[in-house]
């Protein structure tokens, strides 16, 4: 099963680990390998990154980067190959996701000559460019015939448990879930309130959007470092969110 039918997949350029997850992913369907084991490993991939970091080994870092967002994706593909959808897996990678950034925003912190507050300020842009993006995509998914509808657009119960999980732990991962993104998915969907009515985003304002995927944002960070601009990365993010309105205002006044 694919996230999105046929007729509403685009160029998403944050998700350029697909080819390599749905390869890996095909290699552990018939292992005891599942899902949760590949989140945990991608974790591991993400701490790992935040080491070299604080190490100055910055090629190095942006090896386990790019490796961390090739594995986010093999989970979800797993998932779909073995047909064992979940909503702890779902939550469990969305909250390593945003440990994740903040760790590393943390370690940059550390290295160079940034502020705690302004990584702070760019750890919060961060994670508002990845809401939006998720808002639109979730949408997407849920309106796409066959597409996945793990995701909710409106986050605002515990969903039942799925075949397979225990409806405790996904109780308590959907209150951690809710906890550390709920603030960001209120100020998007407040900035957007009409954004679910909307019956389909066309192509290439997915692929537009995409550049706030967590995969792109990233990759920029993969591509920074190595160059010796580790000092540019928090004033970048917090620019960056400027195309948050400048997207949003695309949407309200070219998608209907």
């Not at 405790?168 to 809710?178: A, E, G, P, Q, S």
Request: glycine share 6%; aromatic share 16%.
């Amino acid at each position: 099963m694919s996230k999105l039918a046929t007729q509403n997949q685009f160029l998403d350029l944050s998700d350029y680990g697909r080819p390599f997850a749905r390869y890996f992913a095909n290699q552990l369907k018939n292992t005891r390998f599942t899902p949760i084991h590949i989140t945990l490993l991608f974790a591991i991939s993400g701490l790992i990154a935040v080491y070299c970091i604080l190490k100055n080994h910055y090629f190095l870092a942006s090896f386990f980067i790019i490796l961390k967002s090739i594995i986010d994706a093999v989970d979800g593909e797993l998932a779909r190959t073995k047909n064992t959808p979940s909503y702890t897996g779902r939550y469990l990678d969305s909250i390593f996701d945003i440990i994740l950034n903040f760790l590393l925003l943390m370690s940059i912190c550390y290295v160079s000559e940034t502020t705690f507050w302004i990584t702070i300020l760019a750890f919060v842009g961060i994670q508002l460019q990845g809401t939006l993006y998720n808002y639109y995509y979730v949408i997407l998914r849920n309106k796409s015939i066959g597409g996945d509808r793990t995701s909710k657009i409106f986050e605002n119960e515990s969903p039942k448990a799925l075949p397979g999980e225990n409806q405790k732990w996904v109780d308590i991962l959907f209150l951690i879930y809710t906890l550390v993104y709920g603030l960001f998915d209120k100020i998007i969907h407040t900035l957007d309130k009409e954004a679910y009515k909307v019956k389909s985003f066309p192509n290439w304002f997915m692929t537009l959007l995409s550049i706030y995927g967590l995969g792109f944002q990233l990759l920029l960070i993969a591509i920074l470092l190595p160059l010796g601009w580790i000092e540019m990365i928090v004033p970048f993010f917090i620019s960056f969110s400027v195309l948050i309105f400048v997207l949003i205002g695309i949407r309200k006044i070219y998608i209907k």
